[in-house]
Nanobody, 129 residues
Framework: DVQLQASGGGLVQAGGSLRLSCAAS????????IGWIRQAPGKERQGVSY????????HYADSVKGRFTISSDNAKNTVYLQMNSLKPEDTAVYYC??????????????????????WGQGTQVTVPA
């Protein structure tokens, strides 16, 4: 089974930075696209960014372009999300999720041609107003 472990969230003042990590196991890392999807209280889930592990191509939501950077360490099966210039509207639970040849049994998040179906447990990011 695909397992994803997200970490690195916390409380940070506006303008500050955090780095989230997503450690993946139970999969052939190169076969997957790993993404970050966030959900704020009372709001729909929102795709933040994703990276194709095989070729390193990346995609960002307009709201985070220029502030967030996604990367991967393939030797560690880990994806990172560097978040700079954080804003109160970035407050949410951040989930890492996987799109690949094996579908998860839980919920799905559709983002363009991507189907994220395997999920980590989420990590809280709080940026006070």
């Amino acid at each position: 089974d695909v397992q994803l472990q997200a970490s690195g969230g916390g409380l940070v003042q506006a303008g500050g930075s955090l780095r989230l990590s997503c450690a993946a196991s139970g999969l052939t890392f190169d076969d997957y696209v790993i993404g970050w999807i966030r959900q704020a209280p009372g709001k729909e889930r929102q795709g933040v960014s994703y990276i194709s592990i095989s070729d390193g191509s990346t995609h960002y939501a307009d709201s985070v372009k220029g502030r967030f950077t996604i990367s991967s360490d393939n030797a560690k099966n880990t994806v990172y999300l560097q978040m700079n210039s954080l804003k109160p509207e970035d407050t949410a639970v951040y989930y890492c999720a996987a799109d690949g040849p094996t579908y998860g049994s839980g919920s799905y998040y559709l983002w363009g041609s991507r189907i994220f179906s395997s999920w980590g447990q989420g990590t809280q990011v709080t940026v006070p107003a």
